[in-house]
């Protein structure tokens, strides 16, 4: 009965945000919010667990801001479990103490304990997250970040008649700290999620489901903003609704030129914000998820759907919702098209400015590699345990973070030699390579940049293991998404179909599996920052590694004091 309650009391909320949206942004919202990490019991797929949960809510409670604001959240942990907080693709100038990820910027909030957390937004505007930076916390402790025009300025499109988050997720039956142990211990994969969701519910498709299938209410003839963030763990989803397009208008907190489509590709990490024009024939209709996995790896193969309703106009429903037509799990084209037709909006109210002299040239290969295990006992490909590497190198955790090593000069918890180049250059997305490549070095290395160092960086894809595509994050900063590809990137031919012009400018970007992307940013914002795979099998296995950015001359080119409660090690 209490769950019962407590999904109503969310569909209920949604419904009101969706009503009453239009007049967000001319409000002021509180400069402080609480909250309250604790367990909390939901029942998914006939079953009840206890979950993480942020103030008894999932999907957790939303963040307002309007640009340039800065807000503070008071985090108590009353779980059982250690706990950290991101504020995903927010830049935190000058102030990487409330950034969150774990043994990198802080250590974890144990229970019992509290930290004031101090989000200070800059340039995004737009929708970000919040999720747990902690093992895999973060399948149920998420939510949305919603940053609006400041009061001077409104959105680069006609104003929509309400705005609806649709988070997508992935629920498991089994405990998810579990899991991660399991996962850890073993070696192998981790088990595949049980199921997709859509605003924290399943959909039809699921036992146990129907009754709460998320529904978004909408009238014939108007214009809805749809926030798309997709928190899952371990997958990048197709989505889409039937018979209807969208058209993109954002991605990560900045805008785009808008383009319309048939479905979206999300990887997780990414937010994208769709324009749903309510033109076609009332009835109800589906909206889908669906994995896309351009890797031969397991994968969870069901769907989520959610519903689009049209209000009553007296019409007759079709006895089961259309439902959209998604890409097929595999189509690497349909990912890479999605990715390659996002471009920034590059007016004079959203002027871009792309690095177009660069003093840092980086190169990272990110690969999936094995170690081996005595008497071949782990669950790995023969035996082995699975890891991953950046530059082949599989980053494991300091015993202090990274952040108060660097700040108090405390010698002995990272070294600063992580190369700018892979160590061995070899046919990087070959099908047949040499086991012995498969073997990476464990280290905790950071790379340091020069304050306003121009940047650019390649990250190639490799078939060691198994190919995969790879959504890689960048802490502190949003980059500009130069150039994408797949193969092995050529340093004399990609170059030259380089997007200087009007490159999205995003803080997650999905690797095409066996291929490249190409990255710049200025590192104008001085700190320590965690970058990673946002699959977080892969971060676990070793697929991270950090930048130091020094401080610059003069107190506005330096890293904030910290604050006096930052959790002890």
């Not at 790995?380 to 345990?385: I, K, S």
Request: glycine share 8%; charged share 15%.
């Amino acid at each position: 009965m209490m769950v019962s309650r407590i999904s109503l009391h969310l569909q209920l909320l949604g419904l009101l945000l969706a009503l009453n949206s239009f007049l967000l942004h001319c409000q002021a919202w509180p400069a402080r919010y609480t909250f309250v990490v604790e367990n909390t019991p939901y029942k998914r797929l006939c079953s009840t667990k206890n979950i993480l949960t942020v103030n008894g809510q999932f999907p957790g409670p939303t963040l307002y801001a309007h640009k340039g604001d800065t807000i503070i959240v008071d985090v108590f942990n009353k779980g059982n479990r250690n706990i950290t907080l991101h504020w995903h693709g927010v830049a935190q100038p000058r102030y990487p103490w409330s950034d969150g990820p774990e043994y990198i910027t802080q250590c974890p909030i144990q229970p019992g304990a509290k930290f004031t957390q101090k989000i200070i937004f800059s340039k995004e505007e737009g929708t970000l997250w919040w999720h747990a930076h902690s093992e895999w916390d973060r399948a149920t402790v998420h939510g949305p970040i919603i940053i609006y025009p400041n009061k001077n300025n409104k959105y680069p499109f006609a104003k929509p008649h309400a705005e609806i988050p649709i988070i997508l997720g992935e629920w498991w039956k089994v405990d998810i700290g579990k899991l991660y142990t399991q996962t850890i211990q073993s070696g192998g994969d981790p088990n595949t999620s049980d199921a997709y969701l859509i605003n924290g519910q399943p959909g039809d498709l699921y036992p146990c489901s129907k009754s709460e299938t998320f529904k978004v209410m909408v009238d014939y003839g108007k214009t809805y903003l749809l926030r798309l963030i997709n928190s899952g763990v371990q997958e990048i989803l197709f989505f889409a609704i039937a018979n209807h397009k969208v058209t993109v208008v954002g991605t990560d907190a900045s805008y785009t030129k808008p383009f319309t489509t048939d479905y979206v590709t999300i990887s997780p990490g990414q937010t994208i914000d769709l324009l749903l024009h309510a033109n076609q024939r009332p009835n109800h209709y589906y909206m889908a998820a669906t994995a896309y996995v351009g890797g031969a790896v397991p994968y969870d193969n069901t769907t989520t759907t959610a519903l689009l309703q049209y209000r009553n106009r007296g019409y007759t429903p079709s006895s089961t919702p259309l439902f959209p037509n998604l890409p097929a799990h595999n189509d690497t084209n349909a990912s890479i098209h999605f990715s390659g037709s996002l471009r920034s909006l590059a007016d004079k109210n959203h002027p871009i400015d792309v690095p177009l002299k660069i003093t840092t040239p980086l190169f990272y290969t990110i690969s999936v590699n094995t170690f081996q295990c005595p008497n071949n006992s782990c669950a790995g490909p023969n035996g082995t345990r699975l890891a991953a590497s950046v530059n082949n190198i599989s980053f494991v955790n300091p015993s202090i973070d990274i952040l108060q090593a660097y700040y108090y000069h405390v010698n002995g918890q990272f070294g600063t030699r992580f190369p700018s180049s892979p160590p061995l250059l070899f046919n990087f997305t070959a099908q047949n390579l040499p086991l012995y490549l498969q073997t990476p070095k464990r280290g905790t290395e950071v790379k340091v940049l020069e304050y306003n160092a121009t940047v650019e960086l390649v990250f190639q894809g490799t078939n060691l293991v198994a190919g995969d595509d790879h959504p890689m994050h960048l802490h502190g900063y949003s980059f500009y998404v130069v150039g994408l590809g797949l193969g092995n990137f050529d340093k004399d031919k990609d170059p030259l179909k380089y997007n200087l012009v009007d490159p999205p400018l995003q803080n997650t970007i999905a690797v095409p599996v066996n291929g490249w992307a190409t990255i710049r940013f200025k590192a104008d914002n001085p700190g320590v920052w965690f970058m990673h795979c946002h699959l977080d099998r892969h971060m676990s296995w070793g697929m991270d590694t950090t930048f130091i950015v020094k401080n610059g001359k003069g107190p506005e080119a330096q890293i904030l004091p910290p604050p006096p409660d930052m959790p002890p090690c």
